[in-house]
Nanobody, 124 residues
Framework: QVQLVESGGGLVQAGGSLRLSCAAS????????MGWFRQAPGKEREFVAT????????YYADSVKGRFTISRDNAKNTVYLQMNSLQPSDTAVYYC?????????????????WGQGTQVTVSS
């Protein structure tokens, strides 16, 4: 099994920045594409960003493109989400997910392992 633990969430004012981290442990050998998703109160979970195993290909939701940056350090088994120019609409619980594939996906159902989530709250 793979365990994922997110950190870095918190309360920030609109226009501010946060950096989320997701550390993987357990049976991490093999190729895993990674993704970030979020879920706001009363809303369905939505895709945020995803990255291939190599880090060579990345895809973002339109709502975060140009503001968020996903990256990974395979030596540290960690994936990051740098979030800049945060807006109140970014308030949500953010989840990282791992997919047993080299290739990314924007669909939550394609992921095999999920973290417990970290709360991000952006005040206006």
């Amino acid at each position: 099994q793979v365990q994922l633990v997110e950190s870095g969430g918190g309360l920030v004012q609109a226009g501010g920045s946060l950096r989320l981290s997701c550390a993987a442990s357990g049976r991490t050998s093999g190729a895993y594409a990674m993704g970030w998703f979020r879920q706001a109160p009363g809303k369905e979970r939505e895709f945020v960003a995803t990255i291939t195993w190599s880090g060579g290909s990345i895809y973002y939701a339109d709502s975060v493109k140009g503001r968020f940056t996903i990256s990974r350090d395979n030596a540290k088994n960690t994936v990051y989400l740098q979030m800049n120019s945060l807006q109140p609409s970014d308030t949500a619980v953010y989840y990282c997910a791992a997919r047993r594939s080299r290739f990314y996906s924007t669909k939550g159902g394609d992921y095999d392992h999920w973290g417990q989530g970290t709360q991000v709250t952006v005040s206006s």
